[in-house]
């Protein structure tokens, strides 16, 4: 069974621009979540997908970060226009459900720097 | 706001020594997940656990949740260097399963 695929693996961009990330989760899986990981600190969720619909996205930076997953499968996840403290690894997870012990798979992530 | 603080932030042992991560909270969880990190890839999750005073054992590594639920423990025996990499601790709420990291343990075993 393959794993989360997430592209770019790395992406260095100055302040200002635009950036696109792209996730492809487990096959079958309904759920998809999009984290933020800065250096030395645990992931914070950013957005949580049900198939297409959004479930929580309460800590998305909504004037400058946005997601999408039209289908119910592949996801992306925008930053527009991006900031020096943006810069982190953004990790895409996805499982079957959203339920109590439901194990999340994670993906590789993408390394952001923000110059 | 529920929060996870992990101790020690940082360990540096040598092989074949013993030491225990402490993951702690405030806030109830109605279960706690430990994964572990190596670099350049995403958590991989280790365990999972859900009621009060449970320990589970994966081969060397032994993990309880406290009776309270607001706080876990992982204890490694006789560590490797294969068991270098970032421990994070993960709740989750009675009312979703959004996950609540911790910030992390990065351990290095020393050959």
């Known amino acids: 069974e393959a794993g989360v695929a997430q592209s770019p693996r790395y992406k260095i961009i100055e302040k200002r621009q635009s950036v696109a990330f792209w996730c492809n989760p487990i096959?079958?899986?309904?759920?998809l979540y999009w984290y933020q990981q800065i250096l030395g600190q645990g992931p914070k969720l950013l957005i949580q997908?049900?198939?297409?619909?959004?479930?929580?996205d309460s800590q998305l930076p909504k004037d400058r970060f946005s997601a999408e997953r039209l289908k119910g499968v592949d996801s992306t996840l925008k930053i527009q226009p991006a900031k020096l403290e943006d810069s982190a690894v953004y990790l895409c997870?996805?499982?079957?459900?959203?339920?109590?012990?439901?194990?999340?798979?994670f993906g590789p992530g993408t390394r952001l720097l923000v110059l | 706001t529920q929060l996870l603080e992990q101790s020690p932030q940082f360990l540096s042992i040598q092989e074949g020594e013993n030491l225990t991560v402490y993951c702690n909270s405030s806030?109830?969880?109605?279960?706690l997940q430990w994964y572990r990190q190596e670099p350049g890839e995403g958590p991989v999750l280790l365990v999972t656990?859900?009621?009060?005073?449970e320990v589970k054992k994966l081969k060397r590594l032994t993990f309880q949740f406290g009776d309270a639920r607001k706080d876990s423990s992982l204890h490694i025996t006789a560590a490797q260097p294969g068991d270098t990499g970032l421990y994070l601790c993960?709740?989750?709420?009675?009312?979703?399963?959004?996950?609540?990291f911790g910030s992390g343990t990065r351990l290095l075993v020393r050959p």
């Open positions: 997870a996805s499982n079957r459900f959203a339920g109590g012990g439901e194990t999340q798979y």
């Open positions: 096959s079958g899986h309904a759920t």
């Open positions: 997908f049900q198939n297409n619909g959004v479930v929580d």
């Open positions: 806030s109830v969880f109605s279960s």
């Open positions: 656990v859900v009621t009060g005073g």
């Open positions: 993960a709740g989750a709420g009675d009312s979703s399963y959004k996950l609540i």
